[in-house]
């Protein structure tokens, strides 16, 4: 079985639409921004859980809100254009 989708929020940076979606299984939450139904960059901010722990808890955690804000911010730092120009360019000796 493939993760539930549990929550999308749009918001948009510089007349682009986004959308971050909160996806979750038995033991992993995930939260993504995507645009136009596809990743918006190679970062999620993800959970790994026991089965033990009530996952609806962990779901409704204030702690799943920063997350969402953080994986905002990824999106208006820049931060994955940064990495992949980072990596693109030759290390200096």
Not at 1 to 30: C, H, W
Not at 57 to 78: F, G, N, P, T, Y
Request: aromatic share 8%; with cysteine.
């Amino acid at each position: 079985m493939g993760m539930i989708l549990y929550k999308q929020m749009p918001f948009a940076i510089a007349d682009k639409s986004y959308e971050i979606r909160i996806y979750y299984d038995d033991t992993t939450v995930n939260i993504v921004a995507f645009r136009n139904n596809h990743p918006a960059n190679g970062f999620r901010h993800q959970i790994k859980i026991s089965k033990k722990i009530d996952l609806k808890r962990i779901l409704q955690s204030k702690v799943i809100d920063e997350l969402i804000e953080a994986c905002k911010k990824d999106m208006i730092e820049k931060r994955w254009e940064r990495l992949v120009d980072d990596i693109s360019n030759p290390i200096e000796n």
